[in-house]
């Protein structure tokens, strides 16, 4: 009989079971599949088990096989959220283990216990914002860290605290716009760093921490400035100290005359230049369910920091209110309120000084629907 046949038969089965005795259906199938996970017998006592996709709420223990035999687990697809501590005691030898896609917005860090030969993990695909501090401590024969495809956009500096051994490091396709210039000084062995697809502007990583060969940037609006210049070095050098992957996708976004350019096509030295504003937002009328863009023209390399204050508080962002885009400092006001009346200032800083403040007066007019003149904007510009 097939396996797929075996299955089928043992899910009816147990799902008549589980109703006679009155045990939740889904809870009762999800039971069912995991203890018929397909698995994969490489030697006598090497064995790796696939319960991918399987409704699982919880990483199961009670397979067919001994835990100790098993090598690699996939837990992918799944609706797991957490680990409880002590889970992976059942599974002395593990070495491989993917928690992708599964429901996790955080790494349980005391979940992670018990994994003493753990080489392989992967939380991609989670709903990760962040990693907490010394969440791997209990990793240190960890080579590899996967993570990717998640809304992750920040990293502390002891976020990799605990991965001595580590040496592929993946975190395509997130949400990080910067990295802590000090992120690399617990992982002295790691050879690969991928960061393809986020929102680096810059890659202002303390050198003379980094035992990288291989590195991937690309698809990031890197700002090429002189920040650059190491990556720049250690690229062109003879023999080259680090290997740029990707390289024809790796371009620069900024500044304007080298927007386009290949960071390995750069010569000579990639210039920082002072942060100005050099125009803010002007007072401005509008009637409600317009959309429009308060102005603020910023320049530097690396572009300076830019945020909005309304009344003298910190702006929230939205999808109806935003910055235009990350060189663009602009104000973008889609379908205006009442509610968007107010003070407006933008305010640009580099890494450590504030470099100018304009305010601005935003009277949204709402229209009771009899004639009125339409409004225009001075500086600000009609969408």
Known sequence: ISQRAHTSKHMLFMAGYCTAVGISLLLCVARSLALDCPYTVQSANIISIDCSNRLLTTIPTNFTVPPNTIVSLSMRGNRISTIPPGTFGYFPNLTALDLSYNNFTQIPGAGLDMLPRLRSINWSGNAL?????GVFKNLSSLSELIIQNTPLATLSAEALQGLTSLQILTLDYNQLSTLPINLLQNVPTLLTLTLRGNQLTTFAINETMMSILFIDLSNNPLS?????????????????????LKSAETVCAWPPELKGSTVSSLTG???CIQPALLSGPQNTSILTDRSFVLGCSVIGAPFPSVFWLKNGALLNYSTRVYVLSTFNASLVFSNTTIDDNGNYQCVAQNYSSEVATLKVTSECAQSDGKHLSPAFLRRGQLL
């Open 129 to 133: 914002t962040s990693v907490a501090d």
């Open 224 to 244: 090429c400035d002189c920040y650059f210049q190491w990556l720049v070095d250690a690229t062109i050098a003879s023999p080259p100290e680090l290997t740029l």
């Open 269 to 271: 030295t990639p210039a």
